[in-house]
């Protein structure tokens, strides 16, 4: 069964969400709404990879993939500073933010094969709030995108 690997997957793609949306709240601290909501969005993060605890103890966790890792790129290691850089620093969440959210969707489908409960209960809710990630990360976006790419200068 490879379903450790998306597990495995999974876990390392919350751990960086998780890690990069604290990043974008350091970073962006003078944007109230960034700061306090990325602070929360990776509180959330934390909690998807609590409730996964149990479900890697029954199934396994692969690790050797390193996904999460590379699909992080490194610019979020750092923020970028002004309008522009904002922009960006949210669309970098935004693409991580989607690998999750396709993994969750592909470890709902072998929970759905495995008839696991369990398994779908952690994705059902732990799936909905990636998907409100998504929504706010792209409403955001578009509320930055005027001032930084028309305004800004």
């Known amino acids: 069964m490879n379903l450790s690997i998306y597990l495995g997957m999974l876990r390392r793609a919350e751990q960086t969400l998780a890690e990069s949306f604290r990043q974008v709240s350091d970073g962006h601290g003078s ?5 306090f909501l990325c602070q929360t969005l990776a509180r959330q993060c934390d909690h998807h ?9 029954r199934y396994g966790e692969d690790t050797s993939d390193n996904e999460p890792e590379r699909l992080h790129a490194e610019g979020l290691s750092e923020t970028r500073s002004g309008p522009v850089g904002l922009l960006r620093d949210l669309q970098d969440l935004y693409l991580l933010a989607s690998l999750v959210d396709v993994t969750w969707t592909m470890v709902r489908q072998a929970a759905f094969a495995l008839r696991d409960r369990e398994l779908l209960s952690v994705v059902g809710e732990c799936d909905a709030e990636t998907a409100t990630q998504l929504k706010w990360l792209q409403t955001r976006m578009k509320q930055a995108a005027p001032q930084a790419l028309v305004a800004a200068r």
């Open 31 to 35: 944007e109230p709404d960034v700061h």
């Open 49 to 57: 990879e609590e409730l996964l605890q149990p479900i890697v103890e």
